[in-house]
């Protein structure tokens, strides 16, 4: 049923759009009841409107403390109309048909770096979200406005003489999500600062991500599936890219499409990185986007069927032709997409292309990465870790030559989005052979050295990345049999003086980069 409006309550911080709609309101013959400061700007701007305080007859205290904790404020939006309308009459409270408030910034407040813990509690609203959570609850009736962006479409439902039951039921749930954050943000900050709390890790780790996404089902048939985001979130990912054109992003799409382009924003040069099963399979950089696709592609075509092509260059016509004549892809993404590339992409229409220009080239958010186990959840910072060229140590013998050191942070680069044991071979700018996820290091060289070789790569005169140390030399004994000239890797095994040595007598030039990348 549609529930007309004849009072509205409104009490906001943030300002922004409320005298418009306010005397939206006021033109629809809905009377204003305000809140000190509320009111004074209303009021200003020419909009008839009365105090709360004097609706109540009782003045804001303590601060702003108590404003409008009130049984004539409360009953007025909690009565059930029909129901209590006797009680209503015989304390004489007026119905409140709609409350429009959004709460003290408590997430922005303890966002200050000077934030003290007193600006933190008394930025803690409370009347606001006893009001929104009232309101809520009473929807039936009642309209709860959380947001600004809602105010237009409520003066267009009041021009059709009032609240639907289905706008009412959706802003009631969205009050409640807006409640739920706030307790949140509340919880994460206080628990920070509890015995097992520390910052950022709370004692209650408190989330909340919106629903983007429903999926046909999860990285199998059987499950069910969604993609929730972080509302707060302006990074430039999977997350917040615009979708081109082609079917709608699937589970596994988005956990690959995420690993591509994660890989991706890590190179200054021009990059290519092209992923399947959440591995980069073929990763390089070039002159242009469709040199460095070309290379990527090559170190494992097959692998690359059905795979995920991440780009951190606008996509041109000439690198989505070569993608879309060459071979089966599931999702292209790219900060920016020319014209011309759209229309050859959608020749394959089922392909998903995904643009990331709006928040290009953008920040890395430090943020949270966690992962489920049964019964908990695991929270760890983001591996937002990167050495630089001077945090390399040379421990051979032998200096590695200016071609190996670019190869080499080329590698490591490559090798931190691999699953662990991760090993990379890599020569020009490009992948030779990827090994990703054994159990042991070794099979992840030999695995590299076999996709080379079936590739058709000549491995010699390649450099090795690995994600972690080498436990013992039979890992850099296998590489000098397949002919690799350089290493890097974290170093800090119990074995590091043997593990130098084999590199010394194989010839081989190695860096320690005092970083560890375990992925898994
Ligand atoms: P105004 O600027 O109108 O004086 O205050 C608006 C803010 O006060 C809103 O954010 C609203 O949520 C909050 N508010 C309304 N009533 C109360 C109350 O009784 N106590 C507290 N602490 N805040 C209130």
């Given at each position: 049923?549609?529930?007309?409006?004849?009072?509205?309550?409104?009490s906001v911080s943030d300002k922004t759009?409320?005298?418009?709609?306010?005397?939206?309101?006021?033109?629809?013959?809905?009377?204003?009841?305000?809140t000190g400061g509320t009111?004074r700007l209303?009021?200003?701007?020419?909009?008839?409107?009365?105090?709360?305080?004097?609706?109540?007859?009782?003045?804001e205290i303590m601060d702003g403390r108590v404003k409008?904790?009130?049984?004539?404020?409360?009953?007025?939006?909690?009565?059930?109309?029909?129901?209590?309308?006797?009680?209503?009459?015989?304390?004489?409270?007026?119905?409140?048909?709609?409350?429009?408030v959004n709460l003290y910034p408590f997430a922005a407040t303890v966002a200050r770096p000077d934030c003290t813990l007193e600006d933190a509690i008394e930025n803690i609203d409370i009347g606001g979200p006893?009001?929104?959570?009232?309101?809520?609850?009473?929807?039936?009736?009642?309209?709860?406005?959380v947001?600004a962006?809602?105010?237009?479409?409520?003066?267009?439902?009041?021009?059709?003489?009032?609240?639907?039951?289905?706008?009412?039921?959706?802003?009631?749930?969205?009050?409640?999500?807006h409640t739920a954050g706030y307790d949140a943000a509340i919880a994460n900050y206080l628990g920070a600062r509890t015995e097992g709390g520390e910052e950022g890790f709370p004692r209650t780790y408190n989330l909340q991500?919106?629903?983007?996404?429903?999926?046909?089902?999860?990285?199998?048939?059987?499950?069910?599936?969604?993609?929730?985001?972080d509302p707060a979130s302006r990074e430039?990912?999977?997350?917040?890219?615009?979708?081109?054109?082609?079917?709608?992003?699937?589970?596994?799409?988005?956990?690959?499409?995420?690993?591509?382009?994660?890989?991706?924003?890590?190179?200054?040069?021009?990059?290519?990185?092209?992923?399947?099963?959440?591995?980069?399979?073929?990763?390089?950089?070039?002159?242009?986007?469709?040199?460095?696709?070309?290379?990527?592609?090559?170190?494992?075509?097959?692998?690359?069927?059905?795979?995920?092509?991440?780009?951190?260059?606008?996509?041109?016509?000439?690198?989505?032709?070569?993608?879309?004549?060459?071979?089966?892809?599931?999702?292209?993404?790219?900060?920016?997409?020319?014209?011309?590339?759209?229309?050859?992409?959608?020749?394959?229409?089922?392909?998903?292309?995904?643009?990331?220009?709006?928040?290009?080239?953008g920040e890395r958010e430090k943020g949270h990465?966690?992962?489920?186990?049964?019964?908990?959840?695991?929270v760890q910072d983001r591996?937002l870790?990167?050495?630089?060229?001077?945090?390399?140590?040379?421990?051979?013998?032998?200096?590695?030559?200016?071609?190996?050191?670019?190869?080499?942070?080329?590698?490591?680069?490559?090798?931190?989005?691999?699953?662990?044991?991760?090993?990379?071979?890599?020569?020009?700018?490009?992948?030779?052979?990827?090994?990703?996820?054994?159990?042991?290091?070794?099979?992840?060289?030999?695995?590299?050295?076999?996709?080379?070789?079936?590739?058709?790569?000549?491995?010699?005169?390649?450099?090795?990345?690995?994600?972690?140390?080498?436990?013992?030399?039979?890992?850099?004994?296998?590489?000098?049999?397949?002919?690799?000239?350089?290493?890097?890797?974290?170093?800090?095994?119990?074995?590091?003086?043997?593990?130098?040595?084999?590199?010394?007598?194989?010839?081989?030039?190695?860096?320690?980069?005092?970083?560890?990348?375990?992925?898994?």
């Amino acid at each position: 049923s549609i529930m007309p409006v004849r009072r509205a309550l409104i009490s906001v911080s943030d300002k922004t759009g409320i005298v418009d709609f306010a005397r939206g309101l006021r033109d629809r013959n809905v009377e204003l009841l305000s809140t000190g400061g509320t009111y004074r700007l209303l009021r200003d701007n020419g909009v008839p409107v009365t105090e709360v305080s004097e609706h109540t007859g009782f003045p804001e205290i303590m601060d702003g403390r108590v404003k409008t904790l009130h049984p004539r404020i409360h009953g007025g939006i909690l009565g059930r109309r029909g129901q209590d309308d006797a009680v209503m009459a015989e304390h004489d409270i007026p119905a409140i048909d709609m409350v429009v408030v959004n709460l003290y910034p408590f997430a922005a407040t303890v966002a200050r770096p000077d934030c003290t813990l007193e600006d933190a509690i008394e930025n803690i609203d409370i009347g606001g979200p006893t009001m929104v959570r009232a309101c809520a609850k009473n929807h039936a009736y009642t309209s709860i406005v959380v947001a600004a962006d809602d105010y237009g479409r409520i003066l267009e439902e009041l021009d059709q003489g009032g609240i639907s039951q289905a706008t009412r039921f959706d802003l009631a749930v969205k009050a409640f999500e807006h409640t739920a954050g706030y307790d949140a943000a509340i919880a994460n900050y206080l628990g920070a600062r509890t015995e097992g709390g520390e910052e950022g890790f709370p004692r209650t780790y408190n989330l909340q991500f919106h629903k983007k996404q429903s999926m046909r089902y999860g990285e199998n048939p059987h499950q069910a599936a969604a993609f929730y985001v972080d509302p707060a979130s302006r990074e430039p990912s999977v997350a917040t890219a615009r979708t081109l054109q082609g079917k709608p992003l699937s589970y596994n799409n988005v956990a690959d499409t995420d690993a591509a382009f994660e890989c991706v924003k890590g190179f200054d040069e021009t990059a290519c990185v092209i992923v399947k099963h959440a591995n980069p399979c073929g990763v390089a950089v070039g002159e242009s986007a469709l040199s460095a696709y070309d290379k990527a592609f090559a170190t494992d075509p097959t692998s690359a069927f059905g795979g995920i092509i991440a780009f951190n260059v606008p996509l041109d016509a000439e690198t989505a032709r070569a993608i879309i004549d060459r071979q089966f892809v599931e999702v292209i993404i790219a900060p920016g997409v020319e014209p011309a590339a759209i229309e050859i992409v959608a020749e394959k229409k089922n392909v998903r292309l995904l643009d990331v220009a709006e928040h290009w080239p953008g920040e890395r958010e430090k943020g949270h990465d966690l992962k489920r186990v049964t019964g908990g959840l695991l929270v760890q910072d983001r591996d937002l870790g990167m050495v630089e060229r001077g945090d390399l140590r040379v421990v051979s013998d032998r200096v590695p030559t200016e071609q190996e050191m670019r190869d080499l942070t080329f590698a490591w680069k490559v090798g931190k989005f691999i699953k662990s044991n991760a090993i990379v071979y890599a020569k020009g700018g490009q992948t030779i052979g990827v090994g990703a996820g054994q159990m042991s290091r070794v099979y992840s060289a030999k695995i590299a050295g076999i996709k080379a070789a079936d590739e058709g790569l000549s491995v010699p005169g390649s450099v090795m990345a690995s994600d972690a140390f080498f436990p013992f030399r039979d890992g850099i004994d296998a590489a000098a049999a397949a002919g690799i000239t350089a290493v890097i890797q974290p170093g800090g095994s119990m074995r590091d003086q043997e593990v130098i040595d084999a590199a010394n007598e194989a010839g081989i030039a190695m860096v320690f980069t005092g970083m560890r990348h375990f992925r898994h």
